[in-house]
């Protein structure tokens, strides 16, 4: 069974640019969430989306959003970078129901901005 | 607001012996208390979780307890060993249900 995939794993822009990160969460998930990982900050909530609905949001500027799709699959967009943006992007996905906190967590989208 | 605080933030101990990482939760609401593990490089692992209406769990060398009253739990390891060196986060649900983590602890297990 297939873990939780991101894509790119790696990725520089500059600032003002505009980053899309992809997140295909293991199969029968339906619920995927999103971190962003900095060090010493921990992992902070940006959101979470089930059934291509956003039910949670963090404490995050407009600036980055998120999507889901029919099968799943879920995108964060981040526009107009700034340095401070340069972070771990980790996405997790979860089952429904009683299980919906349990996260998988996938390997990372490691951003740089320059 | 929603808040999680985890300390120490760094801790080092010899083969052998025990680790405590501890966590504060603000929200009473709170109902499920997981840990995860993050080796180097790593994604971010659960080894293990309670939910509120359990006092205690283990599972071989940890165990973690909760104090619902003091909305406080912590992480215990047992005979630790140098694979068990890694960042570890507790975590706690919101009033909104999503999952709250704390700052992270970097466990160092010396030979």
């Known amino acids: 069974k297939a873990g939780v995939t991101q894509t790119p794993r790696y990725l520089i822009k500059t600032r003002g640019q505009q980053v899309t990160l992809s997140c295909s969460p293991i199969?029968?998930?339906?619920?995927v969430s999103w971190y962003q990982q900095t060090p010493g900050q921990g992992l902070q909530f940006l959101f979470e989306?089930?059934?291509?609905?956003?039910?949670n949001k963090g404490n995050f500027p407009g600036r980055f959003s998120g999507r889901q799709f029919s099968n799943s699959r879920s995108e964060m967009n981040v526009s107009t970078l700034e340095l401070g943006d340069s972070a771990l992007y980790l996405c997790?996905?979860?089952?429904?129901?009683?299980?919906?906190?349990?996260?998988?967590f996938g390997a990372g989208s490691r951003l740089t901005v320059l | 607001g929603e808040n999680v605080e985890q300390h120490p933030s760094t801790l080092s101990v010899q083969e052998g012996d025990s680790a405590v990482i501890k966590c504060t939760y603000s929200?009473?609401?709170?109902?499920?208390f997981p840990w995860y593990k993050q080796e180097l490089g790593k994604r971010p692992q659960l080894i293990i979780d309670?939910?509120?209406?359990?006092g205690e769990k283990k599972d071989q060398r940890i165990a973690v307890t909760l104090n619902k009253t003091a909305k406080h739990f912590s992480l215990h390891i047992t005979e630790t060993q140098p694979e068990d060196s890694a960042v570890y986060f507790c975590?706690?649900?919101?009033?909104?249900?999503?999952?709250?983590f704390g700052t992270g602890t970097r466990l160092q297990v010396f030979p």
């Open positions: 997790a996905s979860s089952l429904p129901g009683a299980a919906a906190n349990v996260l998988t």
């Open positions: 309670i939910r509120s209406n359990v």
């Open positions: 929200d009473s609401a709170s109902n499920y």
């Open positions: 199969s029968g998930h339906r619920s």
């Open positions: 975590a706690a649900t919101s009033n909104t249900d999503k999952l709250i």
């Open positions: 989306y089930f059934s291509e609905t956003q039910r």
